[in-house]
């Protein structure tokens, strides 16, 4: 078979540097609604390195299919196989290319979260248990939510994949190694004004390794910190349905007023369970590539001048010990022409208007990672 040599290249980055697959590790390639062409692409770049490449096809249709008649009988040793499965691998690629992004969105929210309950326990194996990495496959969909020519959407997203994220390595660990010193964090904006601690957190540097495509560093509030308003900017799809103008407030960590332009829908889904309600990480984005919003989650969250404050389930390691079935990454954006923003730690302003302040941190601003300032 004929590969693009960009289906090649973007094979050989996610078994390489993402995942860095050893002879004899197993690898589970998931590709959801992708050509042919790259899951082969993975199987050979994974063969490469002398890994054994495991593939999994999975259709948006099927799914949401499967979901509308969902019940716990059937989903319970679903579960249990799959969980046997992940425990065997080493590495987890998943691709994702629908060309729909509502395909679920009328899937009752009840059978929604009896799947994401149930097939949780995998989930958590995934992410803590093994080395992997999750990106979304261009299709015309993505191109028209970002308002782009397919083709001219096409050479966008495979730019942004295949960026050289290792320069973004100094930058990153200057900022990982402030937060894990930061206390009191102070973010103001239009219509935000949020205060929290991050002490004794810790912070985690994402540059490809997790999320194609990257760059960001998380960490997470104090359970019962957080105090005060957030206006996100960026509009966000969540379980198959749209949100717009997200706001919320806090008191002692809790969401207690969550509005949108679907307030009763954001509200269903902060009641899923105790956890939903309050947040799981806080994270800085730098990916200079990427500047608008276009409703996936995996760009948007690394928009550069954004951060993201993100309800539900925290992460272990660099987390609060929060739990929940829901993890929903929300993204405000700094930019100037998003209205700007300060990000301040301890009293110290270390992001204005999205560049950063502090001389340290200016290999995260984009003239350094694209290459124009040594």
Known sequence: MLI??????????????STALKKGERVLIDAFD???????????????????????IQRARITRELNLGAEEAQFAPHAEIELARMQKMDAYIAMRGSD??????????????????????????????????VLRWPSSAMAQQAGMSTEAFEDFYFKVCTLDYSRMTPGMKALGDLMKKTDRVHIKGPGTDLRFSIKGIGAQPCGGLRNIPDG???SCPVK????GV?????????????????????????????TSSNTRRLNEILDSDAGARYIGEFAIGFNPHILEPMRDILFDEKIAGSFHFTPGQAYEGVG??????????????????????EIWFDGKLIR????????????????YLLGKKA
């Open 224 to 227: 019962d910190s957080v105090e």
């Open 100 to 133: 729909n992004i509502f395909e679920a969105s009328d899937v009752p929210s009840e059978k929604v979260q009896l799947v994401s309950r149930l097939m949780k326990p995998v989930l958590d194996h995934r992410v803590g248990k093994t080395k992997w990495v």
């Open 320 to 341: 609060n010990g929060n739990k929940s079935q829901v993890h929903w990454d929300m993204v405000c954006i700094q930019r100037p022409e998003y209205g700007g923003g």
């Open 352 to 367: 204005k208007n999205g560049l950063f302040v502090p001389k340290a941190l200016h290999k995260l601003n984009p003239e």
């Open 230 to 258: 957030i206006q996100y900017n960026a509009p966000t799809v969540y379980l198959g349905a749209s949100f717009d103008n997200i706001r919320l407030v806090f008191k002692q960590g809790r969401i207690v007023e969550a």
């Open 4 to 17: 693009d040599p960009r289906f090649s290249q973007l094979a050989a980055g996610l078994t390489g540097f």
């Open 34 to 56: 992708i050509p042919d062409a790259m899951v082969v692409a993975l199987v050979r770049a994974a063969r490469a390195r002398g890994a054994y490449p495991y593939v999994q």
């Open 216 to 218: 960001e560093v998380f």
